[in-house]
């Protein structure tokens, strides 16, 4: 199986809340929650990718800042690399278009939520921080 590389947005609003993303029913993954972006296109820099999937997933602009992690896991369809980015938002309000719900969480209180395997490590990396 080949790797799946993917993004994550970490986005902070003002009151240093981090958006989380629980993902729809039909999915992988259902229910579970996860930092909103998607997979990097051929060609596609991590930073663009997020950028455009933030976008498309969320209908709005985000700076993207540093990079919190970078993660490794094996689900039963392949094994997912997921680079996740501190980021604030640009222009726009986050708008749910593909999750169940979109949630404003203290960072403390991140590992609270039931996260996909692959997130794991940059919600315990976030929490802990500050």
Known sequence: M?????VGAAI???????????RGPGRSLSGY????GGKIEPGETPRAALQREIQEELHC????????????????FGT?????FRATVESGTP????????????PQLMPDLLWAPADAD????LSAAD
């Open 2 to 6: 080949a790797d799946i590389h993917v």
């Open 12 to 22: 902070s609003d003002a009151d240093g809340r981090i958006l989380c993303a629980q």
């Open 33 to 36: 929650w996860e930092f909103p």
């Open 61 to 76: 602009t985000i700076n993207v800042g540093s990079e919190v992690c970078t993660t490794h896991y094996t689900y039963d």
């Open 80 to 84: 997912v690399v997921l680079t996740v």
């Open 95 to 106: 708008q749910r278009t593909e999750h169940t719900q979109l949630r404003w969480v203290d």
């Open 122 to 125: 940059p919600v315990a990396l």
